[in-house]
């Protein structure tokens, strides 16, 4: 297997903490946010100007939308983007060559996890690679803790053991090596389905392929009384000849075994757990199919709908958050994701009806026979062999079939309103398609189908909702602010001076040389501003070849005050600016405003 189900420093238990605020925003357009849960209960710095308590200039009612990175925490120092440094060569580890068990030789590191660390190693005995899982217990824990994190993976082999399911990961051996067990498994050959949606999001029809196999697997594994507690995409891996396995195991749930819980603890990750789960009341087999629901929410939307900032926010979102309907999931799939997502989980389907959903999405759209090619007369004069589906009445008959071909031509045209939507976004290329986000910030947008969303609601005066590129070209923003009586603009002009005036303050710690303007614009036929800015990401302006960006703000302010900032972020130069041009163009044209 490629890792047991997490990245570098990722714990699978969260303790329940105060919430934290939202993490610091950055002025350069960001890559696609990363999956990992960890960031829920991240403790990045908080807002300049926007800390409790802090001194300084308040925020302006319009202070422009800066987009914070949504992985959280602190940022890389100048010059050091993804992808600047690279992680040590696995041979340079001291563990590489380890024998372990007097067969298995440790070859090179493939992940970590909240209980383990991941090892690409070959069995001697047999000539053979496979995936060893190595017990990863921080040295600050006392000793029964150590045991219980020891009980835990002894107890994620006998889960995966006792479950016979193509899908679920083989277990090989179990070797205790210094006291620890360490798990020996199948090696799966690819990536996890969280990685493939850092990529972008799935088909729908193939996240219903993917599905149907994790299904497969979670109902194999409640045949064998195991619930399986944290199916999430990064425990999905994607293997070869299309193969889906379900892994990691460390926090399920045996029928007849005593439960290994942390005291104070919750275990698993947050925007993936039932609401039953949460309020502590004991989970069936219908809490794993919550958790699919919401891979599969995740795998065609790109994030699951309860994420937020911070751990304790993503729970009450399970617990009260009424999600969205997919926008990139229509017909069985969708219905099925939003019955998934019952709260009540008495309400949500059983694995047979699942099943059927799941294959319904996946099968190729049928193509519907064609009446009038039967309809007419065949060469030679005689009766066509496809006749069959033609009425009698229409043999022969010529008023008859005229009028059936002008009532296919009504349907048909029909069906194309309906599937293409033609009059819902204004000249929209293909891939596009219209986000209704009325329920956040009251309006809807245009954005390419591919982009990430994600949705703040730290501040629910002023909700934000972002579409980031999942090249980390562009990034897309909407925020809507309402007036709160301090610093509110009297009108729209004195709304965008607020932005060019933050700007030329200097737009406090986050840009260096920044230069800004604004000029007329419409929205719907009335009045906006558009502001357009210049600048470098702050501390960059010692860098030898430092990166300028451009930052696009369409402002717009209804009577009473409330304002709608859209934002669009490029680099200012070169092909990518003219493209951000264009994007930027486009999502204006086709921005709707559902309270003007």
Same mark, same amino acid.
């Given at each position: 297997?490629?890792?047991?189900?997490?990245?570098?420093?990722?714990?699978?238990?969260?303790?329940?903490?105060?919430?934290?605020?939202?993490?610091?925003?950055?002025?350069?357009?960001?890559?696609?946010?990363?999956?990992?849960?960890?960031?829920?209960? !991240?403790?990045?710095?908080?807002?300049?100007?926007?800390?409790?308590?802090?001194?300084?200039?308040?925020?302006?009612?319009?202070?422009?939308?800066?987009?914070?990175?949504?992985?959280?925490?602190?940022?890389?120092?100048?010059?050091?983007?993804?992808?600047?440094?690279?992680?040590?060569?696995?041979?340079?580890?001291?563990?590489?060559?380890?024998?372990?068990?007097?067969?298995?030789?440790?070859?090179?590191?493939?992940?970590?996890?909240? $209980?383990?660390?991941?090892?690409?190693?070959?069995?001697?005995?047999?000539?053979?690679?496979?995936?060893? *899982?190595?017990?990863?217990?921080?040295?600050?824990?006392?000793?029964?803790?150590?045991?219980?994190?020891?009980?835990?993976? %002894?107890?994620?082999?006998?889960?995966?053991?006792?479950?016979?399911?193509?899908?679920?990961?083989?277990?090989?051996?179990?070797?205790? %090596?210094?006291?620890?067990?360490?798990?020996?498994?199948?090696?799966?050959?690819?990536?996890?389905?969280?990685?493939?949606?850092?990529?972008?999001?799935?088909?729908?029809?193939?996240?219903?392929?993917?599905?149907?196999?994790?299904?497969?697997?979670?109902?194999?594994?409640?045949?064998?009384?195991?619930?399986?507690?944290?199916? &999430?995409?990064?425990?999905?891996?994607?293997?070869?000849?299309?193969?889906?396995?379900?892994?990691?195991?460390?926090?399920?749930?045996?029928?007849?075994?005593?439960?290994?819980?942390?005291?104070?603890?919750?275990?698993?990750?947050?925007?993936?757990?039932?609401? %039953?789960?949460?309020?502590?009341?004991?989970?069936? @087999?219908?809490?794993?199919?919550?958790?699919?629901?919401?891979?599969?929410?995740?795998?065609?939307?790109?994030? !699951?709908?309860?994420?937020?900032?911070?751990?304790?926010?993503?729970?009450?979102?399970?617990?009260?958050?009424?999600?969205?309907?997919?926008?990139?999931?229509?017909?069985?799939?969708?219905?099925?994701? $939003?019955?998934?997502?019952? *709260?009540?989980?008495?309400?949500?389907?059983?694995? @047979?009806?699942?099943?059927?959903?799941?294959?319904?999405?996946?099968?190729?759209?049928?193509?519907?026979?064609?009446?009038?090619?039967?309809?007419?007369?065949?060469?030679?004069?005689?009766?066509?062999?496809?006749?069959?589906?033609?009425?009698?009445?229409?043999?022969?008959?010529? &008023?008859?079939?005229?009028?059936?071909?002008?009532?296919?031509?009504?349907?048909?045209?029909?069906?194309?309103?309906?599937? $293409?939507?033609?009059?819902?976004?204004?000249?929209?290329?293909?891939?596009?398609?219209?986000?209704?986000?009325?329920?956040?910030?009251?309006?809807?947008?245009?954005?390419?189908?591919?982009?990430?969303?994600?949705?703040?609601?730290?501040?629910?005066?002023?909700?934000?909702?972002?579409?980031?590129?999942?090249?980390?070209?562009?990034?897309?923003?909407?925020?809507?602010?309402?007036?709160?009586?301090?610093?509110?603009?009297?009108?729209?002009?004195?709304?965008?001076?607020?932005?060019?005036?933050?700007?030329?303050?200097?737009?406090?710690?986050?840009?260096?040389?920044? &230069?800004?303007?604004?000029?007329?614009?419409?929205?719907?036929?009335?009045?906006?501003?558009?502001?357009?800015?210049?600048?470098?990401?702050?501390?960059?302006? !010692?860098?030898?070849?430092?990166?300028?960006?451009? &930052?696009?703000?369409?402002?717009?302010?209804?009577?009473?005050?409330?304002?709608?900032?859209?934002?669009?972020?490029?680099?200012?130069?070169?092909?990518?600016?003219?493209?951000?041009?264009?994007?930027?163009?486009?999502?204006?044209?086709?921005? *709707?405003?559902?309270?003007?």
């Amino acid at each position: 297997m490629t890792n047991d189900g997490g990245r570098a420093n990722e714990p699978t238990s969260y303790s329940l903490r105060p919430p934290h605020a939202p993490a610091a925003p950055v002025p350069a357009p960001q890559p696609p946010p990363e999956a990992p849960e960890a960031r829920e209960a !991240s403790q990045g710095p908080r807002q300049p100007g926007r800390e409790a308590g802090a001194a300084g200039p308040s925020r302006g009612a319009y202070e422009p939308t800066w987009l914070a990175d949504p992985r959280g925490g602190p940022q890389p120092p100048a010059g050091e983007g993804p992808g600047t440094r690279q992680p040590a060569p696995a041979a340079q580890d001291p563990s590489s060559g380890r024998l372990i068990g007097g067969r298995y030789q440790l070859v090179s590191r493939l992940g970590h996890g909240g $209980m383990g660390t991941v090892w690409r190693a070959h069995d001697q005995i047999v000539d053979r690679d496979v995936a060893v *899982k190595e017990p990863r217990v921080p040295d600050h824990l006392p000793e029964r803790e150590r045991q219980t994190v020891y009980q835990r993976m %002894e107890r994620e082999a006998r889960a995966a053991a006792r479950i016979d399911h193509p899908s679920v990961v083989t277990v090989h051996d179990v070797v205790v %090596e210094d006291g620890r067990p360490w798990i020996v498994m199948e090696l799966v050959r690819g990536q996890s389905l969280g990685d493939r949606l850092m990529e972008g999001t799935l088909d729908p029809r193939e996240a219903a392929r993917i599905g149907l196999a994790v299904l497969g697997a979670l109902a194999a594994a409640h045949e064998a009384g195991v619930l399986h507690r944290d199916v &999430k995409p990064d425990n999905v891996l994607l293997g070869r000849s299309d193969r889906v396995v379900l892994t990691d195991f460390g926090i399920a749930q045996i029928e007849g075994e005593q439960r290994l819980t942390e005291t104070g603890g919750f275990v698993g990750s947050p925007e993936f757990i039932a609401p %039953e789960r949460v309020l502590g009341q004991r989970p069936g @087999p219908e809490s794993d199919l919550w958790s699919l629901g919401v891979v599969l929410y995740a795998a065609v939307e790109g994030m !699951s709908p309860f994420r937020r900032s911070h751990a304790p926010a993503t729970l009450q979102a399970v617990l009260g958050s009424e999600p969205q309907v997919p926008a990139r999931a229509t017909g069985p799939l969708a219905t099925l994701i $939003m019955q998934l997502l019952r *709260k009540d989980p008495a309400m949500r389907p059983a694995a @047979p009806e699942v099943r059927q959903a799941l294959e319904a999405a996946a099968r190729e759209p049928q193509s519907v026979p064609t009446l009038l090619a039967t309809a007419g007369y065949p060469p030679g004069g005689g009766q066509s062999t496809g006749g069959r589906f033609v009425p009698p009445i229409l043999h022969r008959n010529r &008023k008859a079939q005229l009028g059936l071909g002008g009532l296919v031509l009504v349907v048909a045209a029909t069906l194309v309103l309906v599937i $293409m939507k033609p009059f819902s976004g204004e000249g929209l290329p293909p891939g596009w398609t219209v986000r209704e986000e009325r329920d956040v910030v009251g309006a809807s947008l245009a954005v390419p189908g591919e982009y990430r969303r994600v949705q703040d609601d730290s501040d629910s005066d002023n909700p934000v909702v972002t579409y980031y590129d999942p090249s980390g070209v562009f990034t897309v923003s909407l925020r809507r602010s309402t007036p709160d009586g301090e610093n509110d603009p009297a009108n729209l002009d004195a709304a965008a001076d607020q932005i060019v005036a933050f700007y030329k303050d200097g737009g406090g710690t986050t840009v260096e040389d920044a &230069k800004s303007e604004k000029a007329g614009s419409k929205q719907q036929g009335k009045e906006a501003r558009d502001v357009t800015t210049s600048y470098l990401p702050y501390g960059t302006s !010692s860098n030898k070849n430092p990166i300028r960006y451009v &930052k696009r703000d369409h402002l717009y302010l209804n009577k009473a005050k409330v304002a709608w900032d859209l934002t669009v972020s490029m680099p200012a130069d070169g092909d990518a600016q003219r493209d951000g041009e264009e994007l930027y163009e486009r999502i204006v044209r086709n921005l *709707k405003i559902h309270k003007l």
